[in-house]
């Protein structure tokens, strides 16, 4: 039997058929081994194959992983420990963000873009709570926006309290599957309620916070929200690890540097200090965003430390 993979603990798996039936799958010995340095060799949005193990429980041993066309891994923040696979053959990435209660960091931000560029996977931003804003950080707001759309990351500012952006988020969302990325309290589990309200995914008051590490979430897991349509909803994910990449080729996942990458005078141009830089030059032109090349200088200089 032929099936998708919805929701991976590692030990066992949720893969649903095309008629919308669950099964709990297990893994089959031969295929554990293959991949050793992973916690979850099958990841949400694997499609996958199984053979029946009993057919009135609905249990199943996968015996075929199909090939991703992409997917996002987490890197174990433990030497010893493995890698996680958050999510497979994902068509775009929602990260949802927020200019307030709290606020997103450009950091953040950049270095989810960078992973998604690494990953080959398009992203939308999502800016929530828009209600909360004062016409101050509207303005701002408005600002943030253009400067991502400005290098290919479209976005939409939305509220689950006054439903603005809802209806445009739906339509982007039809017939695709969308990993859904964020820091912990920016509202995606609110914002998922809203756009497939048979769902009733648990929410956190902020006062419930103790401490900035807890979540609700803790697998990643996907739901149909309509048919063909399927969101991922990803763990209180606070990082997503970046993938390695050495500091020569950190440029190459900037968009806004990579389209310059050329004019440089220098071909291992670093865009610090070197003369004939083009990303300096449209720098300091203001063709490019301070905020974002901040980011980038920030990796570069944690690479060097690193080493
Ligand atoms: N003012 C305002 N509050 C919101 C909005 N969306 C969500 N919230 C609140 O933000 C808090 C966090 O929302 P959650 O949906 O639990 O956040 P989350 O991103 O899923 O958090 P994790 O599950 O920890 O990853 C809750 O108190 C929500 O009620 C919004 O548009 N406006
Ligand atoms: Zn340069």
Redesign the pocket.
């Known amino acids: 039997m032929k099936g998708l993979v919805m929701k991976s603990t590692g030990s066992w798996y949720q893969v649903r058929t095309e008629d919308g039936t669950l099964y709990r799958c297990r893994l089959r010995g031969k295929i554990k081994l293959k991949d050793l340095k992973v916690s979850n060799p099958v990841a949400v949005g694997d499609k996958v194959e199984f053979d029946l193990e009993d057919a009135g429980e609905n249990t199943g041993t996968i015996h075929h992983i199909a090939e991703r066309e992409n997917y996002i891994i987490r890197k174990s923040t433990h030497k010893t420990a493995h890698s996680h696979i958050i999510a497979a053959n994902i068509d775009r990435a929602f990260l949802?963000v927020t200019l307030v209660?709290p606020r997103t960091s450009f950091g953040f931000i950049d270095r989810f873009l960078i992973t998604a560029e690494a990953y080959d996977i398009p992203v939308t931003i999502i800016y929530?709570?828009?209600?909360?804003y004062d016409a101050e950080t509207a303005q701002y707001q408005q600002q943030v926006l253009r400067m991502y759309e400005q290098i290919n990351y479209p976005g939409v500012i939305?509220?689950?309290?006054s439903g603005q952006g809802i209806p445009e988020i739906k339509d982007l969302l039809a017939g695709q599957k969308i990993l859904f990325s964020?820091?912990?309290?920016?509202?995606?589990?609110?914002?998922i309620n809203h756009l497939a309200p048979g769902l009733e995914l648990k929410?956190?008051?902020?006062s419930d916070y103790s401490d900035k590490g807890k979540?609700?979430?803790t697998y990643a897991e996907m739901f149909e929200i309509s048919p063909e349509t399927f969101i991922i909803d990803t763990?209180?994910i606070k990082e997503l690890g970046l993938v390695d990449i050495e500091k020569e080729e950190l440029g190459y996942f900037f968009p806004e540097i990579r389209e310059r990458l050329n004019q440089c005078k220098y071909y291992n141009c670093l865009h610090i200090n070197e003369p004939g830089c083009a990303v300096l030059q449209d720098l300091k032109a203001g063709k490019i965003s301070l905020t974002r090349y901040e980011s980038y200088r920030g990796i570069i200089a944690e690479t060097d430390n690193r080493r």
């Not at 929530?128 to 909360?132: E, Q």
């Not at 939305?158 to 309290?161: A, F, G, K, R």
């Not at 964020?182 to 914002?191: E, N, P, R």
């Not at 929410?203 to 902020?206: A, D, G, H, V, Y």
């Open positions: 949802v209660s929530n709570k828009s209600d909360l939305c509220s689950t309290v964020g820091h912990s309290g920016v509202g995606k589990s609110t914002l929410t956190t008051e902020i979540h609700t979430t763990p209180g």
